[in-house]
């Protein structure tokens, strides 16, 4: 059985206690005996996926999470999936934070990834200048480069903050292990999602004496 | 005497009480015995400015501020010109935070604006869905549009909280005024970059008994 997660830029696969990501347009041949289990927020990744492995199952129908919050994204259901404690903060080409709490969902919010927010000063050419990513976050800047990383960076630190207070933060994603360091109560765990999936798969369908 | 401040969408002018905006590509023709003093952060619209009206006069060499910040646009020095306690937040195409003490520039960040973040998520077709400006900031978002209006508004907000402190806010540019209703000790004022050119032309050239 081969998890995978289709992101907006990369399919992201777990096999064996082993994590990594393919490019939609370049993926490695796979063992045709396995099934691969997916969920997708991205339709033209999951065509791709579906024409390079002839056996594929799409774990969304099986899905579900206690929440009011409507057109939760399935990739965020399934990392909170994974704890029923805590904040989530998933920082890929998008970050996403979601709260849950005594394994409810209370709500959750959406800012562009570090990357994108950057790219928002690419129209102003003295302020496309890189971003320094160990810009002091406790003092303030006294140049544009780090006048810009503070401005990239000290939102996010403070969004986390205030959206976190005493709970634990669970990061995952591309940026997450970078972002994790910014706060002792927090772990970073790129399983977060497979992790969930998993939880799903044994509830729901193992469990049931389903075989894939 | 008709003063201008040059940014990187459009040019600023102020005429006897008046403000207003023009497109670099469609300058409106002024009173000719009228001197146009202006401060510049964009090249190619000061050129415009240039062709389009015969006696114009760069105020930038007589501007100054007590700082250690290397860098600091043309504009953010004349808006520091109009106080000498507060925070002043000009929120454009790029949003500046700078905080001034006694007549001391302590330092500053650079954001990008709010229709700039939300450009972050174009590349994302499902969180492409616009901006919800009056999303409540103090609950937590229960579906995506106010996901990612939070996500956009909410870190501006607590950053300037962070920044300001005690301090008086003083909101300026085409999104302050809108920013500024978020917090109790904030004025918008349209005025702030003209009146701190305006204390520099008083300071340094019309008590000299320069004509201009």
Known sequence: ?????????????YYRGRVWKEKRNNLSQKDSSEVVI??????????????????????TPYM???????????????????ISDGVIIDAG?????????????LGGCILPGIAQIQKGFKSISV???????????????QNTKDAVSY?????????????????????TGGDGKFLSRFFE?????????????????????TSKGIYL
């Open 151 to 171: 401005g990239i960076l000290k939102p996010i630190i403070l969004l986390i903050e205030n959206f976190s207070k005493n709970k634990k933060i669970y990061f």
């Open 185 to 205: 109560n927090a772990i970073y765990d790129d399983l977060l999602i497979f992790k969930g999936m998993q939880n799903i798969i044994t509830a729901k369908i």
């Open 1 to 13: 059985m081969i998890l995978c997660d289709i992101g907006n830029t990369f399919l992201h696969f």
């Open 64 to 82: 579900n999470l206690d929440t009011n919050y409507k057109g939760l994204g399935i990739d965020r259901i399934a990392a909170c999936n994974a």
């Open 93 to 105: 080409s998008a970050i996403t934070l979601d709260i849950m709490h005594d394994g409810l969902h």
């Open 38 to 59: 997916y969920i997708s927020v991205n339709q033209e990744s999951t065509r791709s996926l579906l024409l390079s492995h002839p056996y594929c199952f799409d774990l």
């Open 127 to 141: 302020l496309d200048c890189g971003i320094n990513l160990s810009v002091p976050l406790d003092t303030l800047p």
